[in-house]
């Protein structure tokens, strides 16, 4: 039997707005995060995290649950969702599952395969290899799981090479060897945008983000937390080589801050197409295309939740 609906799509696709329409509208809806960066605190404006107003005005669950210099896997997602999602029912309300991290929407769906735990001393290898270096490598080694994840999601593209490297098994093989059924509790609804409109979306965001004191969170946090692996997801790492005048190899960039939302938009429109691909793979239930469907998108999870 289906107990909760996960809503994903692409990065600013609009999936917040959503959820918080519906749950106002129901009254006894509770949002469960699936967005790896707001699962951390002071991560705040270049995570997107819904507002303080948002979540005093609908219960919100998973959002500042792990520090900056923690390692929040997605093993610990699928342990505090289930618990979250158990003390939510007990109450006699209901879990709407919000959020666009693929490898944690993968856990949640198929569950995890096992795998080698991680190695300081490997990881210490690749410290000075780039991203992109690294992404790379792994092109070469395990093409189909280089596929799978963003050039500069550095932590999952260092997780891969590590299992590699000590189980001696692609990363890709492991989980082709996971349950093909998906988890019947749950299912899959995205909601997507035609490209130009998200692209502006993306733009305008970005834009907001910046005016709303971006680049101060992030020197903050550097200063505060240097060795957090969070400050090297999309759009902080930008903003960092922003800020130490880094430029990109292979391509010449605008000067000063239009330059800057020109490689995070960049960024998130590579993340887009990932994520969609993610989508593909985990093979969703349900697609909108918003705003064409959004009055029958939320007809339908008001209905399901009724």
Known sequence: MVQSIVLTGPTASGKTGVALEVAASLGNLEIINADSVCF???????????????????PHHLIDVANPEETYHAARFLEDCTRTLGEIHSRGKRAL???????YLKALRFGLWDAPPTSPEFRKTLESLSSSDLH?????????????IAPQDRYRII????????????????????????DPRFQLWVIDRE??????RIRSRIRGMINAGWL?????????YPESKTLHSLGYQQVLDHLDGISPSGRK???GMEGLEDEIGLAHRQLAKQQ??????LGFDRHFLLDRDRISLKEALMGFYQ
């Open 216 to 224: 101060e969170e992030t020197s903050q946090l550097r200063s505060r």
């Open 276 to 281: 969609r691909t993610w989508f593909k793979n």
């Open 159 to 182: 997780r891969a090479l590590e299992i590699l490297a000590l189980s001696g098994k692609k990363p890709s093989e492991l989980e082709a060897s996971m349950p093909s059924e998906p």
């Open 40 to 58: 951390y605190r002071h991560f705040d404006i270049g995570s997107a995290k819904p507002t303080e107003q948002e979540r005093s005005s609908i």
């Open 253 to 255: 960039i605008k000067p």
């Open 97 to 103: 599952i919000v959020g666009g991290s693929g490898f």
């Open 195 to 200: 490209a130009e409109d998200l692209e502006a």
């Open 136 to 148: 790379s490598r792994l092109l070469v080694e395990d093409p189909v799981q280089a596929s799978r």
